[in-house]
């Protein structure tokens, strides 16, 4: 079997970003064997669909074997050690579902959650998105929306929050810009590869992002910026804590990213501006329908914000400090779940979600709990029960 | 008994606008016979005391006397005929509540209701307050406020909305010149008499408000804009349809309005801005509390305004037309209790109210629907019931 973590980085280079059938299927085979299936519908049809027929509803088998055919026309080129090896060449690394340092917001996606992060710069991008502040806009923003992202993002950063944005021309790059000021990291999700910095007029200000930030993508280095991408990229934006769209006209690529946010039941904020300006229509409406709360400084933000949630991966949703730690986990059932379902030869966190019955951000942190606890550890990417002696020996020390 | 129209134009006079006190005596015993309290207290307080007492609550009774001072100290001064004789030598006239011509909307602040309108101008007020649009904002406009004003004003006044506002420097101004350019009639609300046209440097603006709509106050002529006057003048403002706030700093009086319409359950709408401009404060601050709805167009403010209402007065609450009139009026109780409300001698429309247990709106609606089906007829400001022959004659033609 395919290393589960190889397979993810396959996977974002297999599907389209947002894939509804990609995401099922990983999902529901786990990233390795749903691999292996493609491999094999490509190979022999009959048998792979028969495999499935087994376990699964025919209608959503006859639906993935024609969701697979852009799957295997790119299975030759998904070869995730080139990928890495190209990342690598640019000083990019790749980070996957349940890696540490997975940023676990991006798990309230669900099966549309990326399968990988590709990411220049550096910095912990679960820290970095954690509590983190988008900002975005149209890009032929005007110089009132320049000044607005430019104060908000100055006012986000200040307070420690990391500005997310698009890496845009205009309102995207305004707030980059002033979160540069800042000790605060700012990160700029592209829609093609992190070796693009793409758009070229943005080129110095993207690489100063990634020395102080980071520039991620979930499509491999080499992927073009398609214009499909831009809109899957903003679902990505969208995880912050808010959403703020500074400018936009009536059918500005915010807009989406601010739905995204709604969708996501994240606060959504939007600038208000002349009522005469084309520019701030489009955050008018969202006020008006309800989507978005009218916001007019960046303490409003960061009340919309609220406090940064406890890690659920360096924390666990329930621990209590040191004090807390060892028997006390078996006090969420989930933790007790989790660590039964760590199999014998290790697991990777979606085969403990899924036998777990949990979610992956639910997973993580009960795995996170149990390895401060001592009973659990990892091995590469998966995680493996630890051996009696170092479980004990951290029994005692509680 | 003095008659109760003659009470209400003294009552303007002795009460300070929204006089609590003053509002509750005169629903309690009707205008005429609250004055002839206020008269009696003044010459025989333990007197006046007593007879109050028979039938209210001593503290209340209490508190009233307390009230009373002020109005005391006016009874001299307040000569119903030397008051319309000034009007008058200004061309103004007097509107009382229960008068045909009288803003049925006014009735909605309940005992806090002017006991008259002093006007100057043409047109029936009834009509021209009926579907009325507040537009109001800062003094200290900028040219964005005022070109906003000026458009939404132009707007709803070419839809046949009148443009209901304060005669102020700022937005109130923008918003009457360019009502002034439409068919329609503008209304300025004053704070002081109708014989002073403030602020001074309107007064131009001011005299071609009265030639094409009207201005108004609820102070007799000869009282003065006090401060005061100005916070109580604004809740006749805010009793139009819809109130549009276009621009108000933190404090402005516009907010006023906006909180006194709130209140009325009329929708608000306020004007958005730059976050950089401290005169569109007050609306961000009104969108963000939930008190105002986002308006960016002179067609949002028609949409919250809804369709014109029919009038209380002219059709009756539930007259279906002409083939609805007749035996059918009975079908609503608030008719038959008007009817039998009104007394042998004449009843004005407040002592209808209080008999039958309608509100004035309701009695108002119920005494023109039966003056329509002949069986009430009018004596001066009084309610009569027709003669049995032409109540006949009606019931013949349905």
């Known amino acids: ?25 990983v999902d529901a085979l786990g990233p390795a064997e749903a691999l292996a299936w493609v491999r094999e519908v490509d190979a022999d049809p009959v048998s792979a669909t028969h495999a499935l027929l087994e376990r699964h509803d025919p209608r959503r088998v006859d639906a993935l074997i024609r969701a697979s055919e852009p799957w295997r026309a790119r299975l030759a080129g998904a070869n995730p050690a080139l990928h890495r090896e190209r990342a690598g060449a640019i000083g990019a690394r790749v980070v996957a579902r349940g890696d540490l340092e997975w940023p676990e917001v991006l798990d309230d996606l669900g099966q549309a959650r990326p399968f990988v992060l590709w990411v220049r710069g550096g910095g912990v991008l679960a820290d970095v998105f954690r509590g983190s502040i988008a900002i975005v806009g149209a890009r032929s923003a005007t110089a009132y929306g320049q000044h ?53 007029g943005n080129q110095d200000l993207l ?56 969708e996501l039941a994240r606060p959504v904020g939007a600038v208000p501006g002349p009522v005469t300006s084309a520019s701030s229509a489009g955050c008018h409406a969202l006020v008006r329908d309800g989507i978005a709360t009218l916001v007019t400084s960046a303490a409003d933000l960061l009340e919309l914000a609220g406090p940064i949630e406890a890690s659920g991966i360096a924390a666990g949703p329930d621990s ?17 779940a989790a660590y039964d379902a760590v199999g014998a030869r290790g697991s990777s966190i979606e085969d403990v979600a ?34 009696p002696h170092s479980q004990q020996k951290t029994d005692k020390t509680v």
């Not at 589960?4 to 995401?23: C, F, K, M, T």
């Not at 992002?209 to 499909?228: C, K, N, Q, T, W």
């Not at 969208?238 to 915010?254: F, K």
């Not at 004090?323 to 989930?334: H, K, L, S, T, Y």
């Open 320 to 336: 209590g400090g040191p004090g807390a730690r060892g028997d006390a986990d078996w006090a969420d059932p989930r933790h007790r």
């Open 148 to 200: 607005v992202a430019s104060s908000f993002a100055g006012g986000v950063s200040d307070a420690g929050r990391a500005v997310i944005s698009g890496g845009a021309y205009g309102i995207d790059a305004a707030a980059h810009r002033a979160a540069l000021t800042t000790a605060t990291p700012t990160v700029a999700v592209m829609a093609g590869g992190v070796d693009r910095l793409y758009p070229l």
């Open 1 to 25: 079997m395919t290393d589960d973590r190889e397979a993810l980085v396959a996977w974002s280079a297999l599907a389209e970003p947002a894939d509804a059938a990609a995401g099922w299927l």
């Open 207 to 262: 690489e100063r992002i990634l020395d102080a930030g980071a520039v991620v993508s979930e499509v491999p280095p080499g992927f073009a910026p398609h214009r499909s991408r831009f809109l899957t990229r903003n679902r990505l934006i969208a995880c912050a804590s808010v959403t703020c769209v500074v400018e936009a006209a009536w059918r500005s690529g915010a807009l989406s990213t601010a739905r995204h946010a709604a």
């Open 354 to 387: 899924r036998i777990a019955g949990l979610t992956i951000r639910d997973a993580a942190g009960a795995l996170a709990a149990l390895e401060l606890s001592g009973r659990v550890g990892r091995s590469g990417s998966r995680w493996i029960r630890a051996a």
